[in-house]
């Protein structure tokens, strides 16, 4: 069932709404719809995205959530609410922002239910979330760097997190992950709040991969069967790398011009192997080769070829 | 006046920006004044500008302390600027939420970092800047409170009001923020508006950064005493919200006094010119801050105000 979480209007003609699909046992579903409430406490869980809006990788993960779900409507034993746009005019605008303020949405929560529009939309967001057993935030990196399907955990929920973050079927558990993880976001909020939230990261912002979303989505329906709102099969899950902040080597860009990589996403390098090199267009040199410091995965690597001084280009999980 | 090159980033296909600093005096490093991080902070480079010729001229004169060292910097984002960005860079990031930066970090990282590591050591960090809302205030001085800042010591701008904020955590990411935790004693200065350039304002706010530098002891320049800042806290300001989209008509400015229950703005419907909303006062006071776009959404806030406070 489709319902607004919040509609607010715009200055012409347009109301902008937060939407959710409410999808329930079709025991329950009667009642809910005459009701507006179910009798019996079903299991929940929240699943959110579309927070930044050039990231579409969880665009798929609610739509393969759905469709699985319908085909198999019997299996389903508790509430599975989707959240498709947090963001719905960046993702129809492809930016990453609240397109009318320039905000990051995801430095707003909270929100405030008294404050400025994005931090009504916010607070909004968060009192309907509220409750759930579960919440998971999927993002896609942005336009600049492919990542491999991983859970980042603050280090202040890391070791309640865990457990959850080891059935999501993800390549990689990056713990206390201090350089991405933020404050005023959506997970950190539900999190102190007291419902357990998850950040997933995969591929790559304006793009979708079907194979990563799979994985994804195949973790959540294991997710969701250990939380009790899924009793169907669940696919062979793989067992992700845990790591810290101290297992990751940044690398950055030290000239400016184009990085063409010499390597593949999700591949192993020795030390001392070539990554990539950054050229000069004009007069064909080579301004800059990129070798590996450590050897290990390249989980992250870059994508948008144009960089300056300091752009990430790799990130390797010695 | 001396003119050095504070950083400077190159880039493939563009001239390099170079950050530059404008010294005046020679000695301790007394006061350091930021102009435009924003691309759209015009008004607050313009203001920068303004002080430099006008230091310039005291220079000449001999009204600088000896052993005192003043630094201006118009503008840190020169390149937003001159393609009407508000944000920096291919990553389009807010400059003023990328503090303290970071030598070996992102690009704007390095560019905070170098601009931070410049100016960190002034007794005194004056910022011109602007809200993340579109829209016109009455000018103040802002504090962060950080438990560092000291409000008798923002008075002496003599602008009629200093605003003490309660940081959020992304306030921890801004300029004012981290000078504060570099013990600097730090000042954001609000003009009116960003976007376009007001000569009245700018005159007001070069004021006072002249009459706060002399109390400090930083310049000898006779000067008009200002206001008695009136200082209020952030939280109490009462803000009048939008409940209808459409064409915003307001009725008063910024820096008016208004009565309770008093028409304010009007919300006109778009397509048929009726009104939709009438937007009063919901208490005495004077407007803070105004919107200024002529387009509102719902929920918008459309004025502050400075409860109960009379002209
Ligand atoms: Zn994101």
């Given amino acids: 069932m489709v319902e607004k979480v919040v509609e607010m209007e715009l200055p012409v003609g347009e109301k902008l709404s937060i939407i959710k699909n409410r999808i329930l046992p079709d025991s329950c579903e009667k009642e809910y719809e005459e009701t507006g409430m179910l009798s019996k406490k079903l299991p929940r869980i929240a699943l959110v995205t579309g927070i930044h809006g050039d990231e579409l990788e969880g665009q798929y993960v609610c739509y393969e959530i759905a469709r699985r779900i319908r085909e198999q409507k019997e299996n389903l034993t508790g509430i599975v609410d989707v959240y498709p746009a947090i963001n719905p005019l960046g993702i129809e605008n492809a930016v990453r922002s609240i397109p009318t303020s320039d905000m990051d949405m995801n430095r707003n929560f909270p929100g405030d239910t008294e404050g400025d529009p994005t931090e009504q939309l916010a607070a909004a967001v968060v009192a309907d979330i509220a409750g759930a ?10 336009i600049f760097v492919k990542e491999i399907p991983q859970v980042r955990v603050s280090e202040e929920f890391s070791e309640r997190m865990l457990p959850y973050a080891e059935l999501l079927n993800v390549d990689m558990i990056w713990m206390n992950a201090t ?39 195949d973790g959540i329906f294991n997710l969701m069967k250990k939380l009790g709102i899924w009793k169907g099969e669940i696919a062979i899950m793989q067992h992700p790398v845990v790591s810290t902040d101290g297992e990751v080597e940044f690398i950055r860009a030290e ?59 790799a990130r390797i999980l010695v | 006046m001396y003119i050095k090159d504070l950083y400077t980033v190159e880039s493939l296909y563009r001239e390099n920006m170079v950050v ?44 600088i302390s000896s052993g005192k060292e003043i630094l201006v910097v118009p503008v840190v984002n020169a390149y937003s600027m001159n393609v009407g960005k508000r944000f920096y860079g291919v990553e389009q990031t807010d400059l003023n939420r990328t503090f303290p930066g970071s030598s070996y970090g992102t690009s704007t990282a390095r560019l905070t970092d170098a601009v931070l590591q410049q100016i960190k050591d002034y007794s005194y960090g004056i910022q011109f800047t602007s809200f993340y809302m ?17 409000t008798s010591l923002a008075n002496l701008f003599g602008l009629p009001y200093v605003v003490v904020r309660k940081p959020k955590p992304i306030d921890t990411k801004t300029l004012n923020f981290n000078w504060q935790d570099e013990m600097t004693a730090a000042f954001s200065v609000y003009s009116n508006r960003s976007d376009e350039i007001d000569e009245n304002a700018a005159r007001q706010v070069v004021a006072a950064v002249l009459r706060f530098l002399t109390r400090m002891g930083i310049l000898h320049y006779e000067s008009h005493s200002g206001y008695i800042s009136h200082v209020i806290k952030e939280e109490d300001l009462t803000d009048i919200h939008a409940r209808k989209g459409g064409f915003f008509r307001p009725f008063v400015k910024a820096g008016e006094e208004v009565r309770y229950n008093q028409e304010c703005a009007e919300i006109v419907d778009p397509y048929e010119g ?19 776009n002529p387009l509102a959404s719902e929920n918008e806030i459309l004025f502050r105000l400075i409860h109960r406070l009379h002209e």
Avoid: W
């Fill in chain 2, 20 to 63: 530059k600093g404008y010294q005046f005096g020679k000695g301790d490093k007394a006061a350091c004044i930021i102009g435009s991080l924003r691309g759209n902070e015009l008004q607050q480079m313009y203001i920068c500008s303004q002080l430099v010729r006008k230091l310039k001229e005291l220079e000449a004169n001999d009204c």
């Fill in chain 2, 134 to 150: 579109q829209g016109e205030f009455v000018p103040h001085v802002r504090m962060m409170e950080t438990g560092y800042q000291n």
């Fill in chain 2, 274 to 292: 009726e009104i939709l909303e009438r937007i009063v006062a919901p208490t005495d006071g004077i407007i803070f801050f105004a919107h200024t």
């Fill in chain 1, 133 to 142: 057993d579960f919440c998971l935030d999927v993002h896609a990196s942005d």
């Fill in chain 1, 255 to 313: 000239h400016v011009g184009i990085f063409l990589p010499a390597i593949e996403h999700n591949h192993y390098v020795r030390e001392g192997d070539l990554i990539g090199e950054i050229v000069n267009p004009v007069d064909g040199t080579v301004r800059e080769r990129i070798t590996a410091s450590r050897g290990g995965l390249i989980f992250t690597l870059r994508e948008y070829p144009v960089v300056t001084h300091g752009a990430l280009l």
């Fill in chain 1, 179 to 217: 350089a991405t993880v933020h404050e005023s976001t959506l997970a950190h909020s539900m999190n102190l709040l007291g419902i357990p939230t998850m950040v997933v990261e995969m591929g790559l912002g304006g793009r979708i991969n079907k194979s990563y979303g799979n994985q994804v989505v």
